[in-house]
């Protein structure tokens, strides 16, 4: 593990650089072959419709699989994570248009812990809802 | 009708190795967007100081969901999957997945709640590689939603 954040340089309340990912119905048809959930909540809108969601949502597991992407570029390596858990609060939801979905996440170090480890809080949005909850990293700081 | 408590603590045989890939892992870093190079890369991967090529985080999670598949569709548990929504997810990692690992997991029943009608199941899964070694722990919280009019 070689992170390029050293731990005496961080201090509770750091900020990381925020990031905005955006996801279209491509990117999940994309992501639900890479993973193999091939859930029709995720691609058919008629049955995500019918299942009473207003409109096809992304798969939560592509939400934090992207949230931790600020996390894993702050500190160079992504083997420099120790822990990592969300809650899932609220979908995102895709439109089928030119536009899609964007996911808006910052983070910040909200914990100096014992062996060069922090504890990293997440924010997630999307359309001004928070979409994971309880959203918390710990990393291992060089 | 709520799940019975006396699975709390119920351990499922652990699964025949996943072997992973390292085209895998790269069309999982793709389908994410996640152009880190010690997803693709050995010779990145090993200047950060792993042996091969490195599996993003969350990749292990569909490893593990499988596997608890049989936890789900225990017919002694009796979940109604139809009803299931993904509560929370969580990770504590050895270290990271990497390509050639050949990954059990052992699956067990960590906590059965019952809140509002909701039947809330907790399943641990504990990722081994074929030499032993504990690679990752994963929790994973199913809510199932109380059946209309229940």
């Known amino acids: 593990m070689t992170a390029k954040i050293a731990y005496s340089d961080v201090e509770v309340g750091t900020e990381l650089p925020a990031q905005s990912f955006p996801v279209d119905r491509a990117t999940l048809v994309r992501y639900a072959g890479a993973s193999g959930d091939f859930n029709p909540i995720h691609w058919n809108e008629s049955f995500a419709k019918e299942v009473g969601l207003p409109d096809v949502i992304a798969h939560g597991m592509f939400t934090m699989a992207e949230a931790i992407r600020v996390v894993t570029d702050w500190t160079g390596d992504p083997g420099s994570v120790v822990e990592y858990g969300v809650r899932f609060t609220k979908p995102v939801v895709v439109p089928d248009d030119d536009k899609g979905a964007l996911i808006e996440v910052s983070a910040k170090v909200a914990a100096k812990l014992d062996d060069n480890t922090v504890r990293v809080d997440l924010t997630a949005t999307s359309a001004g809802q928070k979409v994971l909850g309880m959203s918390r990293a710990v990393v291992r700081l060089a | 009708m709520a799940l019975d408590q006396s699975f709390v603590g119920r351990t499922y ?107 809330i199941l907790d399943i641990r899964g504990e990722v081994h590689d074929e030499a032993g070694e504990h690679v990752v722990t994963t929790w994973i919280k199913l809510v199932a939603r109380a059946a209309e009019g229940a």
Request: aromatic residues 8%; charged residues 25%.
């Open chain 2, 13 to 119: 045989p652990p699964t025949e190795p996943y072997e992973v890939g390292r085209e895998k892992i790269r069309e999982f870093a793709e389908a994410v967007g996640d152009a880190h190079p010690a997803y693709t890369d050995a010779e990145a991967a090993k200047a950060l100081g792993h042996p091969d090529v490195i599996a993003p985080p969350t990749f292990v999670f569909s490893v593990t969901f499988r596997a608890a598949g049989q936890v789900i569709a225990d017919p002694q548990l009796g979940l109604d999957y139809s009803r299931v929504v993904h509560g929370d997810q969580k990770f504590a990692y050895s270290r990271p997945v990497r390509a050639g690992d050949r990954l059990s997991v052992t699956s067990s029943i960590e906590a059965i709640k019952s809140m509002a009608g909701n039947d």
